[in-house]
């Protein structure tokens, strides 16, 4: 790829206070930005290996979406791989039926890995929690090269530790006691089976790092963070040991993932370093966040998109919104499909800012995506099969006439109600059961509308015998109006309103001609004479 991902000139200035506070490291640290800064502008060029790691401690939901999808498009666009990971390695939080259920829906919403769990690849497995071998054999590996140490601290002492911290007004941190251990005291410790994690060595003296999207950083993690743990008392990984070892063994070229593990980095290169492993490309995305500002939260229920599937949102009403109301893309137009995501994305113009999330436009979103779906004619024959199975399951031995589930009617109904309706359920809903259950009207609401409902009904049936097949929607509202003009004393309205409660028994709904249309002649002909016996005599 000829693309260079080269940030914007502002981005440089953030590491030049700190070169000039360590003028005996001015040298080495230019040296490491100008590495750094080749890396990062070239590494578009070589394969992409990108991947989405969620930990299936719950469903997904919109924030986990957005990050699979920058991975996914980021992957399309430079002709790489998107990888799924599963890190399950907290087995105490892991919530049933989880795992299948996010790569269900990364397929439901158009961006399907390609390699998982599920579909495997060259560089499984997929699932942490059957890696346990390799994060060890790197801990050791770390313990004997000095990086990494064996500690006895008991939960006793270190929730201790906490709680003088906060009594304090300090951060919590671990005070690297297990560190300072001889070899001998470690030795009889472990051959007396006492309990321990295995925490990494921080030092000083991080070196930069270029962020895709937020430029230079490093957090000297030392002067704030005790040794973190990279191997748990019960075996199994923490994050940050786990997601290195996969990201190199799996070859991960970039890292694309949420904002608030940016302060993480620093100590993740760390661990790259001491393994003697390249860190990959990072860039942390700008949180998601409502349209005030607060923090999505899985407690509000309806951002796990489960519930959207449910509700009939469609994936790519999703996915445009996801975008819309971000950054890294040529436009924000509404009506996006991913092949123009992809061809419209530039990482390069990612900002730094958070994401407002207008929910309240999803319904807009999901109408465009739907109208064009029902102008496609191979997803219109995908949406007539749903929306016929949603009539059987609504309605079922309601159903009088059979013709209703045919293919022709359902699309003729479609396209008369696109750009009306935002999603395939509303057209199951009580205000459009007309389309498929005939009506109940009485004989009182009709002598309610008017006297000459027998006339209007005579003339109406005249009018669409005489059209026949050929009924559209200019000659019929022309008609309609002619005919209003020959009743005596009801009005136009009034017209419509009879013909209207006639047809769907509602008095509120599409025009009369799109109804007539939709019901077809002879469904029509059915109520319009159902409309005379109920009409009194003259």
């Given amino acids: 790829m000829s693309c260079c991902l080269r940030l914007r000139p502002r981005y440089f200035v953030n590491i030049w ?25 070239s590494s578009v060029r070589g394969e992409v290996r990108v991947r989405f790691a969620p930990s299936p401690t719950g469903f997904l939901h919109l924030g986990g979406l957005r990050t ?43 961006i399907p890995p390609d390699e998982s769990p599920r579909r495997g690849g060259p560089v499984g497995p997929y699932m942490q929690s059957q890696r346990l071998d390799l994060y060890s054999q790197t801990a050791l590996q770390l313990v004997e090269s000095g990086h990494a140490y064996y500690c006895f601290c008991s939960s006793q002492r270190l929730d201790l530790l906490k709680k003088e911290a906060l009594k304090s007004g300090q951060t919590p941190r671990y005070d ?17 089976g006492t309990p321990h994690v295995i925490r990494f060595r921080l030092e000083a003296g991080i070196e930069p ?103 009939g949102v469609l994936p790519e009403a999703l996915l445009d919104i996801t975008t819309n109301c971000g950054s890294g893309f040529k436009s924000n137009r509404m009506g996006r499909r991913i092949d123009e995501l992809i061809s419209e994305f530039n990482p390069s113009t990612i900002t730094t800012h958070s994401a407002l999330l207008d929910l309240e436009k999803l319904p807009e979103f999901n109408k465009i995506h739907l109208q064009q779906q029902i102008e ?28 209703i589930l045919h293919d022709d009617y359902i699309k003729r109904v479609l396209h008369f109600r696109k750009g009306h309706i935002s999603t395939l359920k509303e ?58 003009e020959k009743t005596k004393s009801t009005k136009y309205k009034d017209v419509m309103k009879l013909l209207r409660l006639a047809l769907s028994g509602l008095q509120a709904g599409p025009s009369v001609a799109e109804m007539l249309i939709s019901l077809g002649l002879l469904e029509s002909r059915h109520r319009l004479q159902k409309l005379l016996l109920l009409s009194p005599s003259i």
């Fill in 17 to 41: 206070p700190t070169l000039r506070a360590f003028p005996n490291r001015n040298r080495r640290f230019k040296r490491q930005v100008e590495v750094c800064d080749v890396r990062c502008c």
């Fill in 68 to 110: 699979a999808l920058y991975n996914y498009i980021f992957a399309k666009k430079y002709g790489g791989c998107f990888i799924l990971r599963l890190e399950d390695t907290d087995q105490s939080r892991l919530v049933p039926g989880a795992a299948k259920s996010i790569e269900d829906m990364l397929e439901w919403a158009g």
């Fill in 176 to 192: 690297n006691r297990c560190r300072h251990l001889r070899a001998d005291q470690v030795e009889n410790k472990l051959a007396e």
């Fill in 209 to 311: 790092f270029q962020d895709l999207i937020f430029g230079w950083n490093r957090h000297e993690v030392a002067e704030v963070e005790g040794d973190p743990v990279l191997m748990k008392s019960d075996g199994f990984p923490t994050y940050h040991l786990a997601n290195i070892v996969d990201d190199h063994y799996m070859k991960i070229s970039h890292v694309l993932r949420g904002s608030e593990w940016l302060i993480s980095t620093s100590k993740h290169i760390l661990m790259y370093r001491a393994l003697g492993w390249h860190p990959p490309t990072f860039g942390h995305l700008p949180l998601l966040l409502n349209k005030d500002g607060s923090k999505l939260s899985k407690r509000q229920g309806d951002i796990f998109i489960q519930s959207f599937q449910r509700d």
């Fill in 376 to 403: 496609n004619q191979e997803q219109c024959s995908l949406l007539v099969k749903d929306l016929q199975q949603q009539i059987q399951q609504n309605y079922k031995e309601k159903i009088q006439d059979k013709q």
């Fill in 427 to 484: 057209l199951v809903s009580p205000a459009y059961s007309y389309l498929w259950v005939r009506p109940s009207v009485s004989s009182q609401q009709v002598a309610a509308l008017t006297s000459e409902a027998q006339d209007i009904a005579s003339l109406t049936l005249k009018l669409i015998e005489e059209r026949g097949e050929n009924l559209t929607m200019a000659h019929l509202n022309k008609d309609l109006k002619a005919l209003a």
